[in-house]
């Protein structure tokens, strides 16, 4: 009886180990058989590359690079050489045609702003800057305070609205670069990425008018139109009306009087006078 049992117990590991190894042959053949995967040459940074920052021959390397290389990878040294960073490169990263500024673009904070947009610098302190906390790719608004043309002391007194919105911050001071732990940094000066347009009602503003930067999140980029306020409003005073409206009303031309039609008297009859054998009439007092 346990004859039998350890029988079946050796005839069974025997059978598995059989199965086992046939079944690790017929795996390592397939794979085997498997079509290779042909590998590419890719540029990866050879460390970290700040925005702006000029790439050099000593700052990319060359790897193999197993599997399907990216549509927008550079595969040349001199087609990356001397151009710069536009975003952060890290270490090991393929080095993307979208990430790198063209070519003669040059290096720096020139080299950032894409084709069309200009950077146009705005003087800031803490109230302006918001503290600090204006950074580079963040989004703000542009609000102005002053008197409006035409009269030194305006009833409405100093009028606020916003000029532009959805501004994106290009760097803030020395900074072209996000800060990494988010906190906040000062700067005196803040380059905003407009259009030619905007970069004119910026210069006006910042020179004419007190500014202010409004931050709002990156995700709201709908623009909304503002009638802005007074010092009127503030104080809840209803405004007179503008002045140019009230000229115009002084000057505009009144209808002339009417005529009142003259009544004319009427005539009186006339009068028959007789002196002895000699008639005359006489009309209105005249005789003839």
């Known amino acids: 009886m346990y ?25 390592i053949a397939s794979v085997q058989n498997q079509p290779k995967t042909q590998g590419h040459k890719l540029l990866v940074a050879a460390r970290d590359l700040g925005v702006g920052e ?17 549509a927008t990878a550079i595969v040349k040294l001199d087609q990356v050489a001397g151009r710069g960073a536009l975003a952060l490169i890290y270490a090991g990263e393929p080095i993307l045609e979208g990430r790198v500024a063209p070519k003669g673009a040059g290096a720096g904070l020139a080299s950032t702003i894409p084709l069309g947009k200009r950077a146009v610098a705005l003087r800031v302190n803490e109230v302006v800057g918001l503290a600090g906390f204006v950074m580079p790719g963040m989004r703000v608004d542009v609000i102005i305070a002053g008197n409006a043309p035409g009269s030194t002391t305006p009833m409405n007194g100093t009028l606020s609205r916003t000029v532009l919105q959805n501004i994106e911050v290009l760097s803030a001071g020395q900074n072209i670069e996000k800060s990494v732990n988010g906190k906040p940094e000062a700067a005196q000066v803040v380059n905003l990425l407009v259009t030619p347009e905007q970069a004119e009602t910026l210069s006006l503003a910042g020179s004419e008018t007190k500014v202010q930067l409004v931050l709002r999140n990156p995700l709201d980029t709908e623009e909304q139109a503002t009638p802005g306020t007074s010092i009127a409003k503030l104080f809840g005073q209803s405004e007179p009306a503008p002045a140019s409206a009230r000229t115009h009303a002084a000057r505009r031309p009144t209808a002339p009087p009417v005529a009142k039609p003259v009544m004319q008297p009427a005539s009186d009859p006339p009068i028959e006078i007789f002196a002895g054998a000699k008639k005359s009439i006489t009309q209105n007092g005249e005789g003839r």
Do not use: Q
């Open 3 to 27: 004859r039998r049992l350890i029988f079946v117990l050796i005839f069974a590991v025997i059978v598995a180990g059989l199965s086992s190894i046939l079944l690790y042959k017929v795996v």
């Open 54 to 70: 000029l790439i050099r021959d000593a700052d990319v390397r060359e790897i193999d690079w197993s599997g399907e290389a990216p």
